[in-house]
């Protein structure tokens, strides 16, 4: 491509000659009652000479130029808006000789108002005849060449204003997502649930097992965390006598960034009162098919990078003991030995430390040997206590818990768990936690005194869950990038040249 710096100083150059013509270049206060898509859905199923008979008929439009073709005494451009894209006849005959020599002097990439009717080209192609013009905004840098030649990824992610103007398939991406949002607050919604709000800065984080980012409020003179989930919030309503919330919106964890996780990432969470695991396991199997009606065209085969992912319910279950024995292929007598698994997590390359238990050891080693291989929907049950601060133990086997969390394409979807709700119990789980972040364990749970009064008022039983919407975005966008569904991931500072 041509020198950027030389074609923004042409571009510079014509504005301001442009200027000096008298032509506005950054107006305002100028209607635009259609849209490309209103133009498309009028001339539906007219011809030629029913568009001809109607040339009374005016449009106004406005977007953005994508393409230029001069041919002598005429012109014609393509224009994009936010619904569509449509081509422009341009004619001195019918904009007179002021307009034409202004639209002779647009550059792609230029913002402007037109106006006037339809007709078809002799290749049966929509076409607006512009009779009125406005400049709407000068452009002063210039697209990627060839209008679709943004192909550099990090300049995609980084430049996101650009690469929305110029791929049609990332606009589509970010609509995806809006109407999977909308169909989640709709599908809890109308079962019962309060959508609220809980704070996004928490004098003690909790809700899950990461590490958080800090902050310091002067006033206060008091140091704040990012809240790593809404969980110990959400609860505290249905102690509050709150029976069904929910919340969506963001969650910070002060992790690695890779192609699933983005330090910044946004969620749902529902809390059900007198509700298990097992109900709630029946509720996500019936969520993710409401989107997939919403956005998938009604079919409940996904297809993600090549594989066909079947949504259709019931989905396959395990135990997280059953699916590393059934699965993974080890020995069960190895994984009940406390001195074996050690052994087994370090056959397989998993890190051992030395605050690390039996249940950790566990999971660390379902991680490794039978995640990736969990490519159509699947629930996990039954995780260890140890890595469970916050669910109910199972009664018949007080080791493991009443959690789930649900598996596709190879990844976490969910998280849920019948809730604890004995004080004691919990008090007992925090000082575990403690023990564990002052050996070295980054993630453990915090201690929270108020939380734990909550639960002295007395919670009622109940289930929550945790639901990754970036994930599930992916999963419907066939995105291979958790970055490809974020408006505007996180990156490493941009170098400069």
Same mark, same amino acid.
């Given at each position: ?173 970010f609509r995806k997502r809006a109407r999977i949002v909308q169909t989640i607050r709709e599908f809890l919604s109308v079962r019962g649930f309060l959508e609220v709000e809980t704070p996004m800065m928490q004098a003690v984080p909790g809700g899950a097992t990461a590490k958080p980012f800090k902050t310091h409020h002067n006033a206060l003179d ?59 396991? /029946?509720?996500?199997? =019936? &969520? #993710?098919?409401?989107?997939? *009606?919403?956005? %998938?065209?009604? $079919? ?25 024995v059934e699965l993974g292929r080890v020995p069960r007598s190895s994984l009940e030995d406390p001195k074996e698994i050690v052994q087994v997590a370090k056959s397989l390359g998993v890190p051992v430390e030395r605050f690390e238990g039996h249940g950790k050891l566990l999971t660390k080693i379902f991680d490794e040997v039978v995640e990736p ?27 493991? /818990?009443?959690?789930? =969390? &649900? #598996?596709?394409?190879?990844? *976490?979807?969910? %998280?849920?768990? $019948? ?79």
């Amino acid at each position: 491509m041509e020198d950027l710096s030389v074609v923004m100083r042409e571009r510079i150059q014509k504005a301001e000659a442009l200027e000096q013509e008298g032509v506005t270049l950054y107006p305002n206060g100028y209607e635009v009652p259609h849209h490309i898509k209103d133009l498309v859905e009028a001339s539906q199923g007219r011809s030629a000479q029913e568009l001809e008979a109607a040339q009374s008929v005016s449009y106004t439009i406005a977007g953005r130029i994508i393409a230029i073709r001069s041919f002598g005494k005429s012109i014609f451009m393509h224009l994009v808006d936010a619904d569509g894209k449509l081509q422009l006849y341009l004619q001195q005959n019918h904009l007179g000789k002021e307009l034409y020599a202004l639209a002779k002097k647009l550059d792609i990439g230029d913002i402007v108002r037109v106006s006037g009717p339809l007709f078809l080209t002799r290749t049966e192609e929509l076409t607006l005849a512009v009779k009125g013009l406005v400049l709407l905004n000068k452009n002063l840098r210039p697209l990627p060449e060839k209008y679709h030649g943004l192909k550099d990824v990090e300049v995609r992610y980084r430049q996101r204003y650009v690469d929305l103007i110029v791929n049609e398939d990332v606009r589509e991406t970010f609509r995806k997502r809006a109407r999977i949002v909308q169909t989640i607050r709709e599908f809890l919604s109308v079962r019962g649930f309060l959508e609220v709000e809980t704070p996004m800065m928490q004098a003690v984080p909790g809700g899950a097992t990461a590490k958080p980012f800090k902050t310091h409020h002067n006033a206060l003179d008091m140091d704040l965390y990012l809240r790593i989930a809404p969980e110990l919030y959400l609860k505290r309503l249905l102690v509050g006598g709150f029976e069904r919330v929910f919340e969506l919106n963001r969650n910070f964890r002060n992790e690695g960034i890779s192609t699933q996780h983005n330090p910044e990432f946004t969620m749902v969470e529902f809390y059900q009162a007198y509700a298990t695991y097992q109900d709630l396991m /029946t509720l996500t199997e =019936e &969520l #993710f098919v409401a989107v997939a *009606e919403a956005v %998938n065209g009604g $079919s409940l085969q996904v297809e993600y990078q090549g594989q066909v992912i079947d949504l259709t319910p019931p989905w396959k279950r395990y135990s997280l003991m059953d699916a590393v024995v059934e699965l993974g292929r080890v020995p069960r007598s190895s994984l009940e030995d406390p001195k074996e698994i050690v052994q087994v997590a370090k056959s397989l390359g998993v890190p051992v430390e030395r605050f690390e238990g039996h249940g950790k050891l566990l999971t660390k080693i379902f991680d490794e040997v039978v995640e990736p291989q969990l490519t159509q929907p699947t629930f996990i049950s039954h995780y260890p206590l140890e890595v469970s601060p916050l669910s109910r133990k199972n009664d018949a086997d007080p080791t493991v /818990t009443d959690r789930f =969390e &649900l #598996f596709m394409v190879g990844r *976490e979807m969910a %998280n849920a768990f $019948s809730e604890l709700n004995d004080p004691r119990d919990q008090r007992e789980r925090f000082s575990a936690q403690l023990e564990a972040r002052r050996a070295g364990d980054e993630e453990a749970h915090y201690m929270d005194d108020d939380y734990l009064r909550a639960l002295e008022y007395g919670m009622p039983p109940a289930a929550g869950e945790g639901i990754g919407i970036d994930r599930m975005v992916m999963l419907f966008t066939d995105s291979p990038s958790i970055r490809d569904v974020i408006l505007f991931p996180h990156l490493r500072p941009e170098k400069k040249i």
